[in-house]
């Protein structure tokens, strides 16, 4: 069982659609966690941590439910320019913070 | 600000050579960290120096890799000798004060035939 589990999509949808993307992680210990983004051939580029509380940052909004060991984003009124693979991202602190990658999730947004 | 770089961007070496990748963190940086995508598979760490020391290098493959960070300031990984398998994109990161979030390099992309 891979520790960081995603849907690898991909998953077309029109311009101004919402898409939500899951992610389920195996460690417990697990104490930060994000969303990163990365384009074709290019680094991934951190997009937004994600808190329990819930957090938004303009059109995304991301959830953690560290009873399921769940993590969730939310993309609203999608633009072309988001399309992208999505990366969820598990970390363990104290020390040092080795990150722990999903395979990813591709999204295409289309016209 | 300069974000983080790596040199070179590729590199394609017949197996049995030895390769040395280079990343330069953001400077201020004390975290630099290495990781490897192998095709197909996901993002996977290798190794986690603060400064100069080495805090966590539990991800190597084998002895064949040797990563460096003298001074503190830029980090090499060596590849010698190198595999077949070790084809990939190598990764580096580095982070300040939030040790949790961590920005990459391009990459540098190593073909070994």
């Known amino acids: 069982r891979k520790e960081v589990e995603q849907d690898p999509g991909p998953f077309n949808v029109p311009e101004g659609a919402t898409v939500a993307f899951n992610c389920t992680y195996s460690?417990?210990?697990?104490?930060?966690f994000f969303w990163y983004r990365q384009d074709c051939r290019k680094e991934p580029k951190l997009l937004m941590s994600?808190?329990?509380s819930g957090n938004e940052d303009g059109r995304f909004t991301a959830q953690l439910n560290r009873a399921s060991q769940y993590i969730s984003l939310l993309i609203r009124d999608s633009k072309l320019s988001d399309s992208a693979t999505y990366l969820c991202?598990?970390?363990?602190?104290?020390?040092?913070?080795?990150?722990?990658f999903g395979t990813g999730t591709q999204l295409k947004v289309e016209l | 600000e300069a974000g983080v770089t790596q040199f070179p961007s590729h590199s394609v070496i017949e197996k049995g050579q030895t390769v040395t990748l280079r990343c330069d963190p953001i400077?201020?940086?004390?975290?630099l960290y290495w990781y490897r995508r192998v095709m197909g598979k996901e993002i996977k760490f290798l190794l986690h120096?603060?400064?100069?020391?080495?805090?966590?290098e539990s991800g190597m493959p084998n002895n064949r890799f040797l990563a460096e960070r003298t001074g503190g300031t830029y980090s090499t990984l060596k590849v010698q000798p190198a595999e077949l398998e070790d084809s990939g994109v190598y990764f580096c990161?580095?982070?300040?004060?939030?040790?949790?979030?961590?920005?990459f390099g391009p990459g540098t992309r190593l073909t070994v035939t």
């Open positions: 990161a580095s982070s300040g004060r939030a040790p949790s979030e961590q920005y």
């Open positions: 460690n417990s210990a697990s104490q930060s």
């Open positions: 994600v808190y329990s």
């Open positions: 991202v598990v970390g363990l602190t104290g020390g040092g913070n080795k990150l722990t």
């Open positions: 400077s201020g940086h004390d975290n």
């Open positions: 120096f603060v400064k100069e020391s080495k805090q966590d």
